[in-house]
């Protein structure tokens, strides 16, 4: 069974084709391609719909007479949906109502499914949630301290985010260290231009920093996460509209309203050379990181392992060090030889000292491998 996935972020639209052994559907596949549209919106391709195009072209002729079986499409906010499904036009109706909470991703997901439909209109569809791994989370987790006939009125709740990345490294993690995963507790952090951490007790999702909308928790590229919600009050009385305020959360703050810029390289190499605003911006994200991962530590029941992953969890070096030097007073010490090693590594590997109170691990993401699998568990019981 050949699956095409589709995996997209703001501005770009990341895909991978993989091959499924029909005889044997639940062993583990083979990626067969892979390849990503980037810089969405700023060039010719004004949109996701259009970045399909050029990905359907390029199949064309890399597939041959190959046929496409099933395409997965990675959807972020799956509101009430606890799993992956099959798409069908309730399910898109449903994904279109939940597009205002996940700006940045749902409504490039949903523009994605339509133009699937419209080139494959035969092929299976599963949408695949990252919201779905967080199920679990306990309900006095989930609730906000808010009244409960407006939260029931609008689904206002913890969801949380990142759930395939997370499932994916997390197991990979209890693998490696030789847990069985329903008895693995750990802090994941994804760390990516979007960034969430979890806590994972007994392969569960027990906390998770992002919330009602992946805005809540950390410091990322562009998104503030956590600000006390009186300033957004004051910034209405003050004249600010809805899509101001919208615009303002989630594409001008973050790191690029502290350092300048939402790139980690780019950071990184000016607070090397002395940019105060840069070294602000870096102590910033790692001091609410740690702040969470102190909490999730206990929240846990103790970790097992700390994990990290994303772009900058996988490549940053020393954005890896600021962090893991300020856990010293949990025991956690990082091998810093080891540790400059890390970046771009397909392998999960350790980065602390042995004698680090907890093991930290890097473990490199691949959520489209997760969407394929899901993808064809899904198909398969069709
Ligand atoms: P997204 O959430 O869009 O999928 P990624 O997981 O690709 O994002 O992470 C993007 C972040 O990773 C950016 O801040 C980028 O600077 C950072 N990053 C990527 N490669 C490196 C590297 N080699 N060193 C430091 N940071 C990196």
């Known amino acids: 069974m050949l699956v095409l996935v589709l995996n997209p972020g703001s501005s ?31 060039s010719e391709v004004t949109d996701h719909a259009v970045a399909l195009e050029s990905i359907v072209k390029e199949l064309s002729s890399l597939l041959g007479e190959r046929k496409l079986e099933a395409i997965g499409h990675r959807v972020v906010h799956g509101g009430r949906f606890t799993g992956p499904v099959l798409i069908d036009s309730e399910v898109i109706r449903y994904l279109e109502l939940l597009n205002p909470l996940a700006p940045l991703h749902n409504v490039p997901a949903v523009l994605c499914i339509h133009a699937a439909t419209r080139t494959w209109p035969q092929v299976s569809q599963v ?16 609730r906000y301290a808010l009244p409960q006939g407006l939260c029931r009125q609008y689904g206002i709740r913890r969801y949380g985010f990142h759930g395939i990345s997370v499932e994916h490294v997390g197991q990979r993690a209890a693998r490696m260290l030789g847990i069985p995963w329903e008895k693995f507790d750990g802090v994941i952090a994804h760390l990516g ?15 998770t920093s992002m919330g009602f909308t992946p805005l809540e928790g950390l410091v990322m590229g562009t998104r503030s996460g956590d600000v006390d919600p009186g300033i957004l009050i004051f910034l209405l009385r003050q004249g600010l ?19 300048g810029d939402n790139d980690m390289r780019t950071i990184t190499t000016s607070a090397a050379t002395g940019d105060k605003d840069a070294q602000l911006a870096l102590e910033t994200a790692a001091h609410r990181l740690v702040r969470y991962i102190g909490g999730y530590h206990v929240t846990c029941g103790g970790a097992n392992a700390i994990v990290l992953t994303g772009g900058i969890g996988e490549n940053s070096a020393p954005f890896r060090t600021r962090v893991l030097e300020k856990l010293a007073p949990l025991g956690v010490k990082i091998d810093p030889v080891v540790n400059e090693t890390v970046v771009g590594l397909k392998e999960a590997r350790v980065v602390s000292a042995p004698e680090s109170s907890i093991p930290v691990l890097v473990v490199p993401t691949d959520e489209q491998a997760a969407i394929a699998k899901a993808t064809v568990a899904v198909v398969s019981t069709q």
Do not use: M
């Open 12 to 42: 770009s639209l990341k895909y991978a084709v993989w091959q499924f052994d029909s005889g044997n559907l639940k062993a583990s596949g083979q990626e067969v391609l892979r390849g990503a549209v980037e810089r969405i919106g700023e």
């Open 127 to 142: 949408a695949v949630f990252d919201t779905s791994f967080h199920r679990t989370l306990p309900e006095h987790v989930w």
């Open 241 to 259: 509209c809805a899509e101001e305020l919208d615009n303002l959360l989630n594409r001008d703050s973050g790191l690029k309203a502290l350092a």
């Open 193 to 207: 231009n979007g960034a969430s951490v979890t806590a994972v007790h007994g392969g569960q999702s027990v906390d």
